[in-house]
């Protein structure tokens, strides 16, 4: 059975810092990994998907990269800013005739200003 | 704006009552799927419609049932509701095209549902 878990649970970093968030995940076989944000109360906005044939995506101060023979996944985010403030997700899909996606329980990020 | 869209917004029903959650999809997308995302943690995986037909379901009693439409957009009924049933209901869509989909999900803002 896939699982998923995102360490640490909640991380406070002052504006400007670069910063690692991560995903593991215990079943390799997967399609593709996707990172989300999540502001409070509200829906998820993709950010990176991650193909399991590719190391890595960029968009603009987002990096992802994806290990799928360790079971990982690291979202870099560069030069913190407050409007970074929210909870990001990553999800796997496991493959298969459906679209499903599981996902760990998010990172809490604070950025101070 | 990710052009999915969720009605009603929030919902307060009480415990054996039913309810009717609806999602309309981003046009092109064939696919909607519905997920629970309970308070702190991450949206768990309800079922899938693919072709107005169910298409993978998750660890949810029948009790959480759902439609597709021609336009593709969706319902997500929910009878006998209980008080863990309190939670906010997303709805995603996509293009899926079978197994080697690639496609991102798209999700929607969400319905907030209390269940007193």
């Known amino acids: 059975k896939q699982e998923v878990t995102q360490i640490p649970a909640a991380l406070s970093v002052p504006e400007g810092e670069n910063l690692v968030l991560n995903c593991s995940f215990t079943d390799s076989a997967i399609y593709n990994l996707q990172w989300f944000r999540q502001d409070p109360g509200k829906g998820l906005t993709s950010l990176l998907l991650?193909?399991?044939?590719?190391r890595e995506q960029t968009s603009g101060r987002l990096n992802a990269s994806l290990d799928k023979s360790s079971g990982r996944s690291t979202l870099y985010i560069a030069a913190s800013q407050p409007g970074d403030s929210a909870t990001y997700l990553c999800a796997v899909r496991p493959g298969g005739n459906t679209g499903k996606l599981i996902f760990g329980q998010g990172t809490t990020l604070q950025v101070k200003p | 704006e990710t052009g999915v869209t969720q009605s009603p917004t929030h919902l307060i029903k009480t415990r054996g009552q039913q309810v009717t959650l609806r999602c309309s999809s981003q046009?092109?997308?064939?696919?909607v799927s519905w997920y629970q995302q309970a308070l702190g943690q991450g949206p768990q995986f309800i079922f899938q419609?693919?072709?107005?037909?169910?298409?993978g379901r998750g660890n949810f009693p029948p009790r959480f049932s759902g439609l597709q439409f021609p336009n593709y957009s969706s319902e997500l009924n929910v009878n006998a509701l209980e008080l863990d049933d309190s939670a906010l209901y997303l709805c995603?869509?996509?293009?899926?095209?079978?197994?080697?989909?690639?496609?991102?999900?798209?999700f929607g803002p969400g319905t907030r549902l209390t269940v007193l």
């Open positions: 995603a869509s996509t293009r899926f095209s079978g197994p080697v989909s690639t496609d991102t999900q798209y």
């Open positions: 991650i193909q399991s044939s590719q």
């Open positions: 046009s092109g997308h064939n696919t």
């Open positions: 419609y693919y072709r107005e037909e169910e298409n």
